[in-house]
């Protein structure tokens, strides 16, 4: 009995030492080796069933010995065990292990597209003079973009080539202008709006895009006059090109105002001597502009015996190719991020 109480702790010996040195068990496999020494059906618990058979006078220290070893077996088993859960955990942590000293994956930030900048700078320009904005649909009526705006039947802009029609009535606004009706019908004077948007034409060149944004201007008080024009006019383009560009009146042609005008600055390129950017002149048009037409005045509900009107159009997209130097329309809808970047 001794002898076989002898060999039991050596296997038990052995086999730990082979497990620590392995420690390929898991901890559940552990706890089942465990049982084949120390449970119910353990080789120890059968050891002491053994006792009964043994002679009385040797009974007390053969027990006393199998509690040893079990005694000695259990503190076995929780050392190798406190080892192979420690190692189980430093695995776990090792693989759930976060490195914060790599650097994280940067969120992309975009960046302005440059008509929005462009839009927002005109606004930002108006606000503090009490203009506020108003939008008008893309989809707009013929009459509110030709006939109220004084566009007879037989005028060029209403050819084919040049308006997107959706049928006889609807189409896509070639202008902003039709905000001008559309605030005047719902407001009376003194009006001061900005009406910014998409407009839509048949065009498609390096300078030209069916689609583009224009920004249109609008006041209506009593005894507005040509001069008031002009001062808007040039605080608009001295604000967006720098105070020390000049500025000069074109007469010019729109069927919306009476008189109509273009305003010029000089070219920032060659200082006024005339390079390919101004085509020679020395001067660049940036505005259109002139005093509501009294038709138009009247189309909005506005009497044009009691009050005046004076408008202007951007071509905002124009203004951000010649003012941030982008040769080509394309380049402002291409959506490539790289271009974009650079507006950060
Ligand atoms: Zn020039």
């Known amino acids: 009995m001794k002898e076989i109480i002898k060999n039991l702790q050596t296997e038990i010996s052995e086999v730990l030492s082979q497990v620590e040195a392995d420690m390929k068990l898991s901890s559940k496999e552990f706890f089942e080796l465990q049982g084949n020494y120390i449970s119910k059906t353990g080789k120890i618990t059968a050891l002491l069933r053994e006792l009964g058979k043994v002679p009385k006078e040797e009974r007390a220290e053969l027990g006393k010995e199998i509690n040893a070893l079990k005694v000695w077996a259990e503190n076995q088993f929780a ?23 790599i650097k994280g994956k940067e969120p992309k930030i975009g960046a302005l597209h440059p008509v929005t900048h462009i839009k927002n700078e005109i606004i930002g320009i108006f606000e503090g003079l009490g203009f506020d904005v108003f939008e008008g649909p893309e989809i707009e009526d013929d009459y509110h973009n030709f006939t109220a705006l004084n566009v007879p039947a037989d005028h060029p802009a209403r050819d084919m080539q040049d308006t997107f029609f959706i049928n006889e009535k609807l189409l896509l606004r070639t202008q902003t202008s039709p905000g001008q009706i559309r605030v005047m019908e719902n407001r009376k004077p003194p009006i001061k709006v900005l ?61 919306f105002t009476e008189p109509s005008v273009e305003l010029d600055v000089s070219c920032a390129m060659c200082g006024g001597d005339g390079c390919k950017l101004c085509k020679g002149t020395g ?51 291409e959506n490539d991020a790289r271009m974009l970047e650079q507006f950060k």
């Open 79 to 101: 050392r190798v065990e406190k080892k192979i859960k420690e190692a189980e955990l430093a695995k776990r942590y090792e693989s759930e292990k976060i490195d914060i000293t």
């Open 195 to 255: 009406v910014p948007g998409r407009v839509f034409r048949s065009d498609d060149d390096a300078t030209h895009s069916a689609m583009f944004h224009q920004m249109e201007g609008l006041v209506v008080d009593k005894g507005l006059t040509v001069c008031d024009l002009y001062g808007v006019l040039n605080k608009l383009a001295l604000e967006l090109f720098g105070e020390n560009r000049k500025t000069r009146l074109r007469p010019n042609f729109f069927p």
């Open 283 to 333: 001067w660049i048009e940036v505005l259109g502009g002139g005093m509501v037409h009294p038709k138009v005045l009247k189309n909005g509900g506005v009497d044009p015996e009691v009050y005046t009107g004076l408008a202007f159009g951007v071509g905002m997209d124009r203004i951000a190719m010649l003012k941030y130097g982008i040769p080509n329309i394309k380049l402002l809808f």
